[in-house]
Each structure stands twice: as structure tokens, then as C-alpha cells.
């Protein structure tokens, strides 16, 4: 697993099929800050799908590249190996190919909850995941190799509880079925944070008492479950650990197939502020968080905001930049074809400054260019992507690409007073809202 040698300007990509969320928002926002920390460029390109995402958006671009779970297709991959440049997947294993993968020490984080419980006396522990996820199943593989060596252990198949999502009401089901079996297990490992939730509440209202273990640290857990031990996978770790990886294969250092970060353990505390501190102290965004003017003004205005955006056909796209300046210096609107070779280009159709929205639709020739070099700084005078910090939405409408939606910012801060998480859930609201407007059109289209 080698590469040229490190170049002087780094730009890391990172592909994720969200940006926001516990696991997935946290990890792309440290990678964020870890990139300004370091004077990167950074670009993180939203792919809203797992395994199918194939437009090589920018790829000619980056220095490195880093997939969360598999928020691409194994072809592009395998296209971004081919060009020479670093890839690293965090959480999901895209063998045959030569890609590290980096994550949570699963191993050492299942012995660590299952050592746990059994210093608590408990000798029957259940378990609940999703298996169709990658760190789930390898959690379970673990936890059902510490049951079978464990010589007192009375956990078996009956104590196996698969969920089809990693979400609280795949939590509620599971207890659900607990109940009614009669399950006798005195403590339940749940391969993910909000399953354990779901779980917790339902057999508190059971009046059953259980010890329950969560994967994540979520921040809701310390507020709506705080008696649940939780998993922390040290996700600022992993993301430190995936830039790690990318500036070892640029120097042509040997890299481990599995690069893996130790997990730590939560306990409910009787102090409820240290508890609530323990589940935010690596949190990116904590200080903005922490000022309520800002998170009221998110919180309350999503709806009305971004309807007003998609009521005006994007035209008061930028009119949400105030609270998101950091990140929305200069946007680009484009559509996609495709070009030679079956090759995604993408057309301009409107670029937004601060002040105001331009046209670019009735351009002769269009403004166009390939997926792999897409975007340019500049073009007649009009500013369009490639900042310091760069976000890509792209488009799909009744599951095709319709075109891409792109960010640029100017600032190279660790520390802003803009939240990239409120950004991303704004933006992503508005490209879902016209994804269904433009499908409506079609289909109302169509049926005349």
C-alpha cells in the first residue's frame, strides 16, 4: 500500500452517505477541524446512498480520501486507487481491494462491555444489532466468541435479538421480543446507541431490571437513558487515526490492513453534569452548542428557511449564509449528463455569492466541466468552488443524478462560529425538498 511521496498541499475528501447524525456527523466534523488544525483543504461530498455512488466528483482534486462506511461504489474506489491516490475506508472493509480500514478496536470494545458486566455478576447477557452493518456483525462475532470460552456464560441463540436498523425503534422491537419470550438475561449488550435506548425505555416500563449497554457515546443517552453504560468509540481518535493512515501511504510507510482505536467505557454518574461532560468533552461543536442564541435560531427556523429557499426556485439560496458563513462563501448549481465514455459532466446552471444569484443557464457555449476536475476557482470573473472548505450535495430525483449543489468557504479555522452540522442538515433539506418538487413535476408530467 504505497503512493508518491507526501505532496506539499493537501486536500482530504472525505465521501459519506450523511453528514450529520452521532457517528457519522462527529467523524466528518473532526476530520473537518482536523484539516484546518493542519492548513488542509478539505471537501466532503455527500453521497446519500450505500455502495452505489459511482460520479468521480472531484477526485483530481485530492491529496487523500477517506469513505465512511461505503458510501461509494467499489468501482470508484477502485477509479481513485488507480489515480494514485491514498484511500482509507473508516468502517466497512472493501476487500479485494488495497484499502486500510480504520475504526473501533470492535474486539477490545466488546470485551470491555462483556468483562464489564460480568464484574457486575451477570452470566447471562443477551445481544442486539443490526448484522447487515459492518462494526455491528464484527461486534457480534466478537461477543458470541467471549460467550462460547466463557465457561459460565448461559447466553445462547435464544438471547439473540437482529433488528433490520440501528435506530430506537429497532431498540423497542428487540425488548419486545425479549418480553415475550421470557427471556431471563440480566443484561443486554445492543451494538448501537440508539437500539439501546429504544431497548432501556421499553424494560423500564416492563418494571424488569436489566443492565444495558450501548455502542456510541449519543448524546441524548445521559439525558433520556442515563442508567445505560456506553461505548465510546473515541471517534475523534478514528478520524485522527484515518489522517494518520493517509500521510503513511503518501510517504511509502507500511500500513496495517486493519487500523484499530481502543474504545473506553461510560458509566452512569451520580454527578448528572460529569456524566452529561463525558458524552460531549470531544464534541467539535461544543462551544457552539453552548450558545443559545445560535442553537435557538437553528433549531427554530429549519422549516421555515429552507421553505422559503425552495418557494423561491433556490433563488434565497444564500439568504441562510449569515448563520452559515463560514462554510457558504460562494455557491454552484449544476446539472449532470452524461458526456463521452458515458463520463458525468456537469453543467452550471446558477453560481451564488453573498449578494446576489446569477444566471449561468443561458450561457453559449454552457459552462461545463468533467466530474474529475469539477470545480474551477474562478471563470469570467465569477467565483465559484475550491476553498478552503468545500461541500458537494448531489441531486437525485426518482433515483437519478439530477445535478450537484455546491459550497465553498474561506475560512481556515479549527474553531468557527458557524455549526457545519446545522449547515449540512439546512442545505440537505433543501436538496431533498427539491428532489421531491422536481419528481412531483415529472410525475404530474408524465400523467397529463
Request: glycine letters at 2%; one cysteine or more.
Given at each position: 500500500m504505497t503512493s508518491a511521496s507526501q505532496p506539499d498541499n493537501q486536500h482530504i475528501a472525505v465521501f459519506s452517505p450523511y453528514l450529520q447524525g452521532f457517528y457519522l456527523g462527529e467523524i466528518v466534523d473532526q476530520i473537518r477541524q482536523l484539516c484546518s488544525i493542519n492548513h488542509y483543504k478539505f471537501t466532503a461530498i455527500r453521497t446519500d446512498s450505500l455502495a452505489t455512488f459511482d460520479i468521480p466528483l472531484g477526485v483530481s482534486h485530492f491529496t487523500g480520501v477517506i469513505i465512511l462506511k461505503?458510501?461509494?461504489?467499489?468501482?470508484?474506489a477502485d477509479r481513485i486507487l488507480t489515480m494514485g491516490i491514498p484511500v482509507v475506508s473508516i468502517a466497512y472493509d472493501?476487500?479485494?481491494?488495497?484499502?486500510?480500514?480504520?475504526?473501533?478496536?470492535?474486539?477490545?470494545?466488546?470485551?470491555?462491555?462483556y468483562n464489564y458486566l460480568k464484574e457486575l455478576g451477570h452470566n447471562q447477557i443477551a445481544y442486539v444489532g443490526d448484522f447487515s452493518q459492518y462494526d455491528l456483525r464484527k461486534r457480534f462475532e466478537y461477543f458470541g466468541k467471549l460467550c462460547d470460552q466463557d465457561k459460565d456464560s448461559n447466553s445462547d441463540l435464544d438471547t439473540f435479538y437482529p433488528v433490520d436498523n440501528s435506530l430506537y425503534r429497532g431498540g423497542l422491537n428487540a425488548a419486545k421480543a425479549f418480553l415475550k419470550r421470557g427471556d431471563t438475561s440480566t443484561a443486554v449488550i445492543c451494538g448501537a446507541g440508539l437500539t439501546a435506548i429504544g431497548f432501556y425505555e421499553k424494560i423500564n416500563k416492563s418494571n424488569r431490571k436489566i443492565d444495558v449497554v450501548g455502542f456510541?457515546?449519543?448524546?441524548?443517552?445521559?439525558?433520556?437513558?442515563?442508567?445505560?453504560?456506553a461505548v465510546d468509540q473515541n471517534l475523534h481518535l478514528i478520524a485522527h487515526k484515518a489522517l494518520a493512515v493517509i500521510k503513511n501511504i503518501q510517504q511509502q510507510e507500511e500500513v496495517q490492513r486493519e487500523e484499530q482505536v481502543p474504545a473506553r467505557l461510560i458509566l452512569p454518574n451520580e454527578n448528572k453534569d460529569a456524566t452529561l461532560n463525558d458524552y460531549m468533552v470531544t464534541c467539535t461543536e461544543k462551544n457552539i452548542f453552548a450558545n443559545p442564541n445560535y442553537a435557538k435560531a437553528l433549531i427554530t427556523n429549519n422549516y421555515e428557511w429552507t421553505k422559503q429557499i425552495i418557494d423561491s426556485n433556490l433563488d434565497e439560496l444564500m439568504s441562510i449564509y449569515p448563520v452559515f458563513r463560514d462554510f457558504m462563501q460562494a455557491g454552484l448549481l449544476c446539472r449532470t449528463k452524461l458526456g463521452a465514455n458515458n463520463e458525468t459532466q456537469l453543467v452550471a446552471t446558477r453560481a451564488y455569492t453573498e449578494s446576489e444569484t446569477i444566471n449561468l443557464g443561458s450561457m453559449d457555449p454552457p459552462l461545463s466541466f468533467s466530474a474529475d476536475t469539477y470545480p474551477v476557482e474562478k471563470h469570467n470573473s465569477h467565483i465559484f468552488i475550491e476553498g478552503m472548505i468545500n461541500t458537494h450535495f448531489p441531486i437525485t430525483v426518482g433515483g437519478k443524478n439530477w445535478g450537484v449543489l455546491s459550497f465553498s468557504g474561506p475560512a481556515n479555522l479549527a474553531e468557527t462560529n458557524s455549526s457545519y452540522m446545522g449547515f449540512?442538515?439546512?442545505?440537505?433539506?433543501?436538496?431533498?425538498?427539491?428532489?421531491?418538487?422536481?419528481?412531483?413535476?415529472?410525475?404530474?408530467?408524465?400523467?397529463?
Open positions: 461505503n458510501a461509494i461504489s467499489p468501482a470508484l472493501y476487500y479485494p481491494l488495497e484499502i486500510p480500514v480504520v475504526g473501533c478496536d470492535n474486539e477490545q470494545a466488546v470485551a470491555l462491555a456510541d457515546a449519543t448524546s441524548i443517552t445521559p439525558i433520556y437513558a442515563p442508567n445505560i453504560i449540512t442538515s439546512y442545505v440537505d433539506t433543501v436538496t431533498q425538498n427539491l428532489a421531491h418538487v422536481l419528481l412531483a413535476k415529472t410525475v404530474l408530467k408524465t400523467s397529463e
